[in-house]
């Protein structure tokens, strides 16, 4: 990725993501528990829809100042190289995906194996799809999430990093980034934040493997997809859609 020349509307997206951002989303995820709690139908779909419009709507700032100030869409991680390296990283994107869709297909012929992952979901099962109407909410949402915050977290963060913090190594921005990617799942409580943190770290590994976000994009695709289809699947037919969900940790 090449550099870029920080500027203010930089700092302001960093500032959102490492304050604004968290505090939204854990604001938002009570008003959801809430609402679920409360027997609120249409309380998830809501969720979803203001998920997809509040992603866009910073991707879009973040796109907009990269086209106004002319930075190339390489400086964002949006051009891939197709030498060894990246082309491994892209075979192993591609070999976490196939090991997804064996893992949902075992979680579906085992009893057990749905008992675990419905006792997994627990913390955040307020936001999980428990109907096919959310499925497809949640399936936009996954896309959406995999496109955007890969460009947000990896791409924008990984350019922020390295021209606020010049000759920092590789390896601390791609921890730096997981980090933050973390705490903007702090609704989920400490143990979510540590294990999103870490799957940013994985993302952002594959990001400078490969050179650029189209790989974690795909792949942050599928395991969102791969949650919300596992989540349906579990849920639904462990008929919980009237149950009541468990407060915010």
């Not at 921890?175 to 870490?198: D, E, N, P, S």
């Not at 770290?201 to 974690?216: E, K």
């Amino acid at each position: 990725m090449t550099s870029i020349t920080i500027e203010i509307i930089d700092h302001v997206v960093f500032l959102f993501l490492v304050a604004l951002g968290p505090w939204n989303g854990r604001r938002r995820f009570q008003i959801l528990t809430r609402a679920v709690n409360a027997g609120d139908p249409n309380a998830r779909k809501r969720l979803f829809r203001t998920i997809l419009i509040e992603k866009w709507a910073l991707t879009g700032v973040v796109a907009a100042a990269w086209i106004a100030l002319s930075r190339s869409a390489e400086s964002i991680g949006l051009i891939a190289d197709f030498t060894p390296l990246p082309l491994a990283g892209f075979a192993l994107a591609a070999l976490a995906i196939g090991a997804l869709l064996m893992y949902a297909r075992s979680v579906t012929r085992s009893e057990q194996m749905r008992a675990k992952t419905r006792e997994a979901l627990t913390p955040i099962r307020a936001m999980m799809p428990n109907t096919a109407t959310e499925k497809r909410w949640f399936d936009a949402v996954s896309v959406t999430a995999g496109i955007s915050e890969e460009l947000i977290f990896r791409g924008f963060l990984f350019a922020y990093l390295a021209a606020l913090i010049p000759g920092i190594p590789a390896a601390v921005i791609v921890i730096l980034a997981g980090l933050v990617f973390g705490l903007g799942h702090a609704y989920q409580g400490l143990a979510g934040i540590v294990k999103t943190g870490m799957i940013g770290v994985l993302f952002g590994a594959l990001c400078w493997m490969t050179g650029s976000v189209l790989a974690p994009m795909l792949l942050h695709a599928a395991v969102d997809l791969t949650s919300g289809w596992v989540s349906w699947q579990v849920l639904d037919e462990a008929g919980l859609d009237d149950m009541a969900a468990p407060a915010a940790a």
